[in-house]
């Protein structure tokens, strides 16, 4: 039965509004707390883009400023999205897991994404 189960897409989801400086703060202050309200939910992360990567499997990673050397990277479902350092964006996506220095989001999409 599960593997007719339809994959979430976030656009599907209503998402938790959030700066990417306040998610990382969460984290900080209190992982367990964090993860009970954000883990495995769709997040709507507005941010600065520091920096644009490419992973192993060739998907576009944005890491979004966060606090105190924390960031907010972001894969991105379109391996080739259109994404600029230096940006405020919008992204919406499922958190996945907190590192200790980094708090993951998957299979996301940009919703608002302008040059300043």
Do not use: W
């Not at 202050?29 to 997040?43: D, G, I, M």
């Amino acid at each position: 039965m599960l593997y007719n189960k339809p994959h979430r897409k976030a656009e599907n989801e209503k998402g938790i509004a959030i700066t990417a400086p306040a998610l990382c703060q969460a984290y900080q202050a209190n992982e367990n707390s964090a993860n009970a309200q954000y883990l495995n939910k769709t997040l709507q992360v507005t941010g600065k883009v520091n920096n644009i990567k490419t992973n192993q499997d060739g998907a576009t990673v944005a890491e979004l400023e966060g606090d105190n050397g924390l960031v907010v990277l972001c894969t991105m479902r379109n391996k080739k999205e259109n994404v600029t350092a230096s940006a405020n964006v919008t992204v919406k996506g499922f958190c996945s897991s907190n590192t200790m220095l980094d708090v993951l989001l998957t299979d996301c999409i940009l919703i608002i994404g302008k040059d300043n």
